[in-house]
């Protein structure tokens, strides 16, 4: 597709369940982050890949987030044991390398119950 | 702590007069700076960007303005359409030596027709 695509769009998860969100960036784009913006707030950084390279997971917050990019395309973010503090829209976007902007998909929203 | 702060939640203007847009940041390395767009249930999108040797770009209805030496930024839409009702989020970066862009907390903007 022309545009960054995130599944699924919504994901209700009882508290302990472990989830997967998964990010198809622009074909092309060598740069991949994901952002979580909680109600209320501006995306906040988790991750940062460089092709297959994660670069920079300063933004994690806890062990029990983890993401990958194993062939330098799709990303897949995994939160293990859910909590309710991680409700949120988890955003993806790509960047092709040495440009500015980020292109953002539209978001997997998180509901831990 | 926010290094990029919007202080004002919402903004509600008049159809056809300006929409002022303010933004203001802390750490004096940012040199890379983008208004981003949102709708409910969707993504951002990108709208307009600057860099630190400018100090104002223009696109269509969209004007930014940097400060640097007031670490202000700010966005004027003119004339306001209903159709920019939305919620607008600055962003910062360290062009090249970093690759997390740091959000505001955004403003929500209403046109009134």
């Known amino acids: 597709g022309a545009g960054v695509s995130q599944s699924p769009r919504y994901k209700v998860a009882k508290r302990g369940q472990d989830v997967a969100l998964r990010c198809d960036p622009i074909?092309?784009?060598?740069?991949l982050f994901w952002y979580q913006q909680a109600l209320g707030q501006g995306p906040e950084f988790l991750t940062y890949f460089q092709n297959e390279a994660q670069l920079d997971k300063s933004g994690l917050p806890s062990d029990r987030f983890f993401a990958e990019r194993p062939e330098g395309s799709v990303s897949t973010l995994k939160i293990q044991r859910t909590q309710q503090e991680d409700s949120a829209v988890y955003l993806c976007?790509?960047?092709?390398?040495?440009?500015?902007?980020?292109?953002f998909g539209e978001g997997s929203r998180l509901t831990v119950l | 702590d926010q290094q990029v702060k919007q202080n004002s939640p919402s903004l509600s203007v008049q159809e056809g007069r300006i929409s002022i847009l303010n933004c203001d940041y802390t750490n004096s390395m940012f040199d890379y700076f983008l208004w981003y767009k949102k709708y409910p249930a969707e993504g951002p999108t990108f709208l307009i960007s600057i860099s630190s040797i400018k100090d104002k770009n223009e696109d269509g209805r969209f004007t930014v303005f940097l400060n640097k030496s007031a670490k202000h930024l700010s966005l004027h839409i003119v004339p306001s359409q209903p159709g920019d009702s939305a919620v607008y989020f600055c962003?910062?970066?360290?062009w090249g030596t970093g690759n997390q862009f740091y959000f505001g907390t955004g403003t929500s903007l209403t046109v009134i027709p």
């Open positions: 962003a910062a970066s360290e």
């Open positions: 976007a790509s960047r092709a390398l040495n440009t500015g902007e980020l292109f």
């Open positions: 074909s092309g784009h060598v740069s």
